[in-house]
């Protein structure tokens, strides 16, 4: 059975490989709980994507947390899985939009 799951991982990363692409880009650019903007999270104004995310939270009827959570878990799973790639500068916008969306919902 073991041999079969590694055979499986092993399609899925030369799928991955040959597309391009990864599964976490396909998951940014492609959500299922949040219709988010273009390049949302290459934005410079952290107040700018905080509200972006928040708009899209809100509409969205196929989230399964609430706003807050669905919105905060899009931008963590981001700056997560952008790990090193991710510029320093960018990152700290990123988390001051994360402080920006803890204001923006009143959690702060």
Known sequence: MAKQDDAKQDDAKQ???????????????????????????????????AASLKRSAEASDRRKGTPYQSAMSMLTFYVNRAGANLPAAQRDVLDRAKDELRTAFGRD
Do not use: Q
């Open 15 to 49: 799928d991955d490989d040959a597309s391009g692409e990864r599964w976490s880009h396909d998951v940014t650019e492609h959500s299922d709980a949040l219709d988010l903007e273009d390049d949302v999270f290459t934005w410079d104004d952290p107040a700018r994507i």
